[in-house]
Structures are given as C-alpha cells and as structure tokens.
C-alpha cells in the first residue's frame, strides 16, 4: 500500500473515531466538524485507491474511473445526508430520506459498474432469505410507525435492498458486507426515531454507517490499489 493511501486510511478511522466519541459524550461541536469530513476523507482515499496515485493523474476512461465516478457521486450525496441530519428537522429529514435514496442507486451504480465473479449466484438466495428476516423483525415496524413519512420510508428500505441483492449479485464480499451494514444502520436509525429511541442507539447508527461506507469503498475499489 502507497504512503499517501495508508495516510488517508488512517485519517479516515481517526475521523471516524473521533464523530463516535463526540455522539457518545455529545460534543455537538466535534461531530459537525468529523461528521462531514468522514465522507470528504473518503472519496479522497477512493480517489487515490482508483488512480494509484495522490491525485496527481487523472484516471483512463474505461479502467477503475467506471466504478470511482458514481462512488463519489454515492459519497458526495452521503455528505448532504449527514450535513442534514446534523440538525434534523423534520422538513431536513424528510429531504435526508431523499437524498439518501439517491445516494443508495449510486452506490447500486458503482457495484453493477465493478467486475463481478463468476459462478452460480448462491449469495442472492441467501440475502432475499436475510431481508426477509430483517424486514420481518425491524422493517415492518420502521414502516408501520413512521406515520406520514410511510412511503418515503419504505422506498428507502427499498432502494437499500436492491443495493444488498445487486451485490450478491456481484458475490463481492466486502462490497456485500458494505450493503448490509448500511441498511442495518438505516434501520436502527428509523427503529430509534419511530419505534423506541434507545440511548446507545445513535452512537451503533454512526459506527455502522461508517464501517458500511468503509467497505463499500475498499471492496469496489481496493483491488486497484495494487495495480
């Protein structure tokens, strides 16, 4: 791994870190300043993970610029999300529930965009079977009880389980593990504002939203990093 790389890598646990820590002992300060940043890092690390290189070149159309183009356009709508939620209105968080559909068909963009494995796709079945268990045990609650917000929310479970079946679709595993841990963070998110708010839940939200981003950005473009 590159110098620069392993710099930002580590910049973006840091940042990372540093937004849990600010939710948990609620230091409103330091989570505006790490909760944008998270992103920003992170299509910088994508960026040089792409390129194999600080950003000093531009990458060749038709190589690992396919997938980078729609990562950062799914990191760039994640930002607005976050920049939304971090005052939370209820007009900010119905736009929140937009955009982050749109940051969800991004993200679906850049795994059907990757190179995917061959063989029979014996993760689909596995992960209908999962979102059926999921929707059963937290979805269907999300939905029952966000009251008007009902179809804006359903189509944002939507959007998040065609992102998880396209990648096992895929059969990439840490891009699958991405998908996964970012519909679960959506779902205690909407569990807490809808269902039951629990005291520990916003801090879990926040560390399983960055570690869903993390993955989905190493699984569809690490592989380049070596290149």
């Known amino acids: 791994m590159e110098t620069h790389v392993m710099v930002l890598a580590v910049a973006v ?5 540093l937004s849990w820590f600010a939710i948990a002992r609620g230091d409103h300060v330091v989570d505006v300043i790490t909760r944008p940043t998270f992103p920003v890092l992170l299509g910088g690390l994508a960026w040089s ?5 600080g950003g000093a070149e531009v990458p060749v159309a038709g190589g690992p610029v396919a997938v980078l183009q729609p990562v950062l356009v799914a990191l760039a709508l994640q930002l607005v999300v976050d920049a939304l939620l971090l005052t939370a209105t209820e007009r900010r968080y119905l736009l929140a ?11 679906a963009w850049a795994v059907v965009s990757s190179p995917g494995s061959a063989g029979f796709r014996w993760w689909v079945p596995l992960a209908l079977l999962g979102l059926g268990v999921l929707h059963g ?15 804006l929310v359903l189509l944002q479970l939507l959007s998040l389980a065609v992102l998880v079946v396209v990648a096992a679709w895929q059969q990439d595993r840490e891009v699958l593990g991405g998908s996964g841990l970012l519909l679960a963070s959506y779902l205690l998110l909407g569990h807490d ?15 399983l939203y960055h570690s869903a981003l993390a993955l989905l950005v190493v699984g569809l473009l690490g592989a380049t990093a070596s290149g």
Request: proline letters at 2%; aromatic letters at 14%; charged letters at 20%.
């Open 13 to 17: 646990a840091f940042t990372a870190a």
């Open 49 to 53: 993970l792409a390129t194999g290189t």
């Open 97 to 107: 529930l937009w955009v982050s559909v749109l940051a969800h068909i991004a993200w």
């Open 137 to 151: 045990r937290w979805g269907r609650d999300v939905v029952r009880f966000s009251g008007r917000q009902r179809g």
């Open 193 to 207: 504002r809808f269902v039951r708010e629990r005291r520990w839940a916003p801090v879990l939200v926040l560390v």
